[in-house]
């Protein structure tokens, strides 16, 4: 089996976000870069798989820069096989749209089975690019996939979270699915996982390897054009009330129903 | 410009994250002199023909066929995509729900045009119009404009718009052939609901939220009683939900739900970065917790410190004795 999974390298979820001088960029500090949190949802359900099988092989892919590799490696200490990179300077400043373009461009090189998403990029917020991927290899997209069965030969069943409910998917692979956190619990790496991750195999794809018009991707390519960034507006000044706490809770209530009238 | 609202259904009843978003897509439509039409998917949906009218839709694309009996992203992808290239729509505007977030990247990538997700605010100006989303959570917002004069779609958050009627003699246009049983490769199955009266932390406009000061599994009861006559959806911190207390469908915060409910009342929850980020947009936000120095209160409209276990049952006594006088 050949298991894919798409992972991208986010800030953590710590980071404090600030507006850059100007208001046309964020200032994340000293932010710690990490695999995004859901992605290592991602890279468990591929191992999982792979194991599950008995064999196959499990590549990670990244599109970002040289300090992605991280991210690649940390997948890779978690027991994934091979890790690719995709990154070329035409790249820079691709939207979701983009991102989806030179992953499904990367994906479809090779022949495989299943590609596993995060649901979500942290940071961008977009929850879009596993479905972009599989639209454009026109296979289907089962998303905030909490459980996977693979009991059916050349089928996946798999529970995805709607509000109030579970829906069960059946889809036929190959597929893509985006993971949602309940699905797995990722593993840590092991210290031997990691001295072997050194040693794995990292290649690098440019625009040109992959056939992408530069003018498709990246900054140029974007469908919307950022016009600036701005922080939330300060929520105004709370109350801490006082007084026995029988009093509180009926001043509480009170406030609810007079003041903020919201009950 | 022409702005093609996609309906949500379930049961026939029309979301009220759709009726926001034929409301949104009203309001861009009169600024911008564009026309508004609504497409509607499923079966024996006929009737929300006039409630996408009452909400400012002149034209209704229905599909109202077996094979839209249930979601899929397949056949709702090619009737939304159908329905777009019929009215040759400009603007494509999905609510922000489980089936809008899945839909809207499939009928985007069909149309090849780009997508904006969960949008918060829009502001049209001079035919043009700039969206605001939020990204890390909610730790700040992007404004974006369209790339000039190519088609697009946004998804909008729910609870953040209004529904407004504004009623319009809407003209039903049926699609037809827009799918073949070939076409859809994967099916929903089932649909399992979850526990019977549980509202979902996503659409609720009253959230009552347990963290690690519950203890327990047993006391989300306390919660659910006061979420009752509030007529409200329980939920819960992260380090509620991985000390399995409660499952993860009720985490609030940068890995859970991101929410905006009228009303959320935080119990226990110390208000962690991650949390605040999930659901400091809340209209009004009650903080009950034992510590004066949890930074909940920094966001808090109304903070108690005490003991939840004190506080949170006597306040859904007042609750129910307010509710009572009507
Ligand atoms: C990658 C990542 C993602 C994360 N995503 C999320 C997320 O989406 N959502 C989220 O919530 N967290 C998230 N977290 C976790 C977050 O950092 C905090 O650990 C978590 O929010 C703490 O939950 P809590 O407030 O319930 O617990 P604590 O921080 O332990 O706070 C418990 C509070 O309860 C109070 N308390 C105790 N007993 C009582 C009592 N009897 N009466 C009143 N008050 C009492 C205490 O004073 C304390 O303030 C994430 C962390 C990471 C690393
Ligand atoms: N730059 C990237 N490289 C690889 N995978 C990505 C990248 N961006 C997004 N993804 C994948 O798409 C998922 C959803 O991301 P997003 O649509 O940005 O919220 C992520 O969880 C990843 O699995």
Redesign the interface.
Known sequence: MNILACIKHVPDTETRVKVAPGGGALDLGEANWVINPYDEFAVEAALQLKEKKGDGTVTVLTVGNDEAVKSLRQALAMGADKGVLCSDPAFDGSDAKGIARILAEAIKKNPFDVVFFGKHGVGDDNQQVGSLVAALLNIPAVTVVTAIDYGEAGFVKCNREVEGGVEVVKAPLPCAITCQKGLNEPRYPSLKGIMAAKKKEVSTLKAADLGIDPSQVGKAGAAFEIKGYELPPPRPDGRVLSGEIDAQVKELVHLLHEEAKVI | MKTLVFVEQRDGKAKKASLEALSAGRAICDATSGTLAAVVLGQGVSVLTEVAGKYGAETVYLGDDAIFAS?S??AY?LGVGKAAQVFGADVLIFAA???G??L???V???LE??????VTAYKAENGTV??K???????????????SG?P?AVTLRPNVFAAAENPKAAQAVKLENAVVASDV??????????KEG???V??AD?IVSGGRGMKGPENYKILEELAKP?GGAVGASRAAVDAGWI???H?VG???KVVSP??YIACGISGA??HL?GM??S?????INKD?EAPI??????????DLF??VP??TE??KA?KAQG
């Open positions: 979601y992203t397949d992808g729900t489980a089936m977030k899945d809207a990247p499939r985007a990538t069909r045009i780009g997508l904006l997700s969960d700039t969206y989303r939020p990204v890390y959570s909610g730790k700040a917002y992007v404004s974006a404009a369209p790339a190519k697009y490769k994967a099916v929903v199955e089932n649909l399992l609901v979850s549980l509202l979902d996503a659409e009253i509030l499952g993860h469908e985490q940068q890995t859970g009228t009303l970065i991650q980020a400091s947009t209209k009004v936000i009650v903080a004066p209160f920094k966001v808090a409209t109304y903070g108690i410190v005490g004190d506080v006597k306040m007042a609750v307010l």
